[in-house]
C-alpha cells in the first residue's frame, strides 16, 4: 500500500548524512523526524512506495550521475504534490561543470520548473552542488479553454423622444439658388454668320486671316478655281492667286480655319 510523507529523501548510497536530511526539513518546512528515507533506491527498480502527489517535498542524493535518470525524475514527479519541491545534491569534481547541467536538464525534461543551483559547496577538490526545482501547480497533460476576452462597447442610449433636426433646414438661401452658367456665344447663329464679340471658338481668328488675304466668306465655304490646281497648295498656284499661303484643300469643300497661315 502507498505512503504519505511531509518530506522524502531517497540516495543511491547506502546512507544518507543527517545534515541533508537537515537542508532538506529546512526547505520543505517541516521538522527532521518528518523525513522519510530510503537509501539504495536503485534497488526498487524505479519505483517509489508513495501515492500520487502524496509527498511535499524531495530530496535526492546522488553519488552517481547516471543513477538520476528519467524514471527517477518521472518518480518523484508523481509522489510530489502539485506545487512541491525538489532539491537534488551531487557531488562532483571541482573543475567538473557537466553533471550539474545534466541534472538541471533530467528536471527540465521531467517537467519541473524554476530549475536553478541553489548552493555550492567546495571541500577536498570536490564540490557539493544543490539544484532546487518545483513542481508546477498544474497537471500535465491536462487541458482548458481559452476564453477570449471580448471589451464590451460602449452603451449609447437613443431616447426616441429627442427630435431629429431636419437636415433641410441647415440649407441657407444661397445654398438653393441655381448656380448660373456662363453664356457661351455661338458663332454659327445670325444671317450673318459673323464672330461673336467674345468669340472663343477661333472664328474670330480665322476671320483676321481671311481678311489679311483678301478672300470673301463665298471663296472660304466653296472654293473654286480656274485652273484647278488651286487646292494643290502653293506649289502649283500662279503668282496672282487669291488662295496663295493656304494649305492644300480640297475644292468644292470649306476651307478649315486652322488650315489658315497667320
Not at 160 to 169: A, G, K, M, V
Not at 223 to 251: E, H, M, N
Request: aromatic share 4%; net charge negative; glycine share 8%.
Amino acid at each position: 500500500a502507498g505512503h504519505m510523507a511531509a518530506a522524502l529523501a531517497v540516495t543511491d548510497e547506502l546512507a544518507l548524512p543527517l545534515r541533508a536530511v537537515g537542508d532538506l526539513a529546512a526547505a520543505a518546512g517541516v521538522s527532521r523526524e518528518e523525513v522519510v528515507v530510503i537509501t539504495q533506491c536503485a534497488s526498487l527498480g524505479g519505483k517509489l512506495p508513495f501515492d500520487d502527489a502524496s509527498v511535499g517535498a524531495v530530496l535526492s542524493v546522488i553519488k552517481k550521475v547516471e543513477s538520476f535518470g528519467d524514471k527517477l525524475v518521472a518518480e518523484i514527479s508523481r509522489v510530489l504534490k502539485a506545487g512541491g519541491i525538489v532539491l537534488v545534491q551531487s557531488f562532483t569534481p571541482s573543475a567538473d561543470q557537466k553533471p550539474n547541467n545534466y541534472i538541471e536538464r533530467q528536471l527540465l525534461m521531467g517537467g519541473f520548473v524554476e530549475v536553478q543551483a541553489s548552493a555550492t559547496n567546495s571541500q577536498d577538490s570536490v564540490q557539493s552542488v544543490t539544484i532546487k526545482a518545483k513542481k508546477p501547480s498544474w497537471i500535465m497533460g491536462s487541458s482548458f479553454p481559452l476564453k477570449k476576452a471580448v471589451k464590451a462597447l460602449p452603451k449609447i442610449e437613443i431616447d426616441d423622444d429627442d427630435e431629429l433636426i431636419d437636415e433641410d433646414s441647415l440649407l441657407t438661401e444661397e445654398d438653393l439658388k441655381k448656380p448660373q452658367l456662363p453664356v457661351v456665344g455661338d458663332c454659327e447663329v445670325g444671317a450673318t454668320k459673323k464672330a461673336c464679340k467674345n468669340c472663343s471658338c477661333g472664328r474670330a481668328e480665322a476671320e483676321q486671316k481671311v481678311e489679311k488675304l483678301g478672300l470673301t466668306a463665298e471663296q472660304i465655304d466653296n472654293p473654286v478655281s480656274a485652273c484647278g490646281s488651286c487646292g494643290l497648295g502653293d506649289a502649283f498656284r500662279c503668282s496672282t492667286c487669291p488662295y496663295r499661303g493656304l494649305a492644300p484643300f480640297k475644292l468644292g469643300e470649306k476651307v478649315i480655319n486652322h488650315s489658315l497661315p497667320l
